[in-house]
């Protein structure tokens, strides 16, 4: 497709149920963006990928969230034991440079996210 | 620690009018800047986009400009249109961190015909 697609949109997990979310970023996109919205704040970074490395994991707030792209290309979020504090919008992008002088001239993508609500 | 503010929650401008968001950031490494709009129930799209070189970069109607020794940007947009209302988010970030952005909280824009 022409941009980055999430799914599924929407998720309602009971506390203690593990979720998986699912990102198809651009194709041709060597980078891959998982970030967090929490409601009324901005988005805020979880982890990178360059193709299938994951190079930067520093946001990822427990252990309990785990994020693969096994073939570079889709990525998966997955979250083990929801807790009421994950009930948030996930947000995937890519784009085709990520780090470096290069990516001033390639921005993120964005796709429309997961909102996700745990009960 | 928020190292990126927009004081404003939201602004609401007249049609035809010039809208101004304000931004401003604490982490002096911070070299690049970006505006991000975001319509409801969709993702964030970029609009524009400043490095530290410059003071001032133009795209059609947006306008934004970089204050670096105040650490401050704004977004202008003129004129205002209804399609603008949307929320806007600054972002930054910096040349090893590249699209590692840190994100403001937004500001609702309401454009009113």
């Known amino acids: 497709g022409a941009g980055v697609s999430q799914s599924p949109r929407y998720k309602v997990a009971k506390r203690g149920q593990d979720v998986a979310l699912r990102c198809d970023p651009i194709?041709?996109?060597?980078?891959l963006f998982w970030y967090q919205q929490a409601l009324g704040q901005g988005p805020e970074f979880l982890t990178y990928?360059?193709?299938?490395?994951?190079?930067?994991k520093s946001g990822l707030p427990s252990d309990r969230f785990f994020a693969e792209r096994p073939e570079g290309s889709v990525s998966t979020l997955k979250i083990q034991r929801t807790q009421q504090e994950d009930s948030a919008v996930y947000l995937c992008?890519?784009?085709?440079?990520?780090f470096g002088l290069g990516s001033y001239n390639s921005p993120l993508h964005f796709g429309n996210g997961t909102r996700l609500t745990v009960t | 620690d928020q190292q990126v503010k927009q004081n404003s929650p939201s602004l609401s401008v007249q049609e035809g009018r010039i809208s101004i968001l304000n931004c401003d950031y604490t982490?002096?490494?911070?070299?690049?800047f970006l505006w991000y709009k975001k319509y409801p129930a969709e993702g964030p799209t970029f609009l524009i986009s400043i490095s530290s070189i410059k003071d001032k970069n133009e795209d059609g109607r947006f306008t934004v400009f970089l204050n670096k020794s105040a650490k401050h940007l704004s977004l202008h947009i003129v004129p205002s249109q209804p399609g603008d209302s949307a929320v806007y988010f600054c972002a930054a970030s910096y040349m090893e961190y590249g699209n590692k952005l840190v994100f403001g909280a937004g500001t609702i824009l309401r454009v009113k015909s």
């Open positions: 990928f360059q193709n299938e490395a994951q190079l930067d």
């Open positions: 194709s041709g996109h060597v980078s």
């Open positions: 982490n002096s490494m911070f070299d690049y």
């Open positions: 992008a890519s784009s085709l440079v990520s």
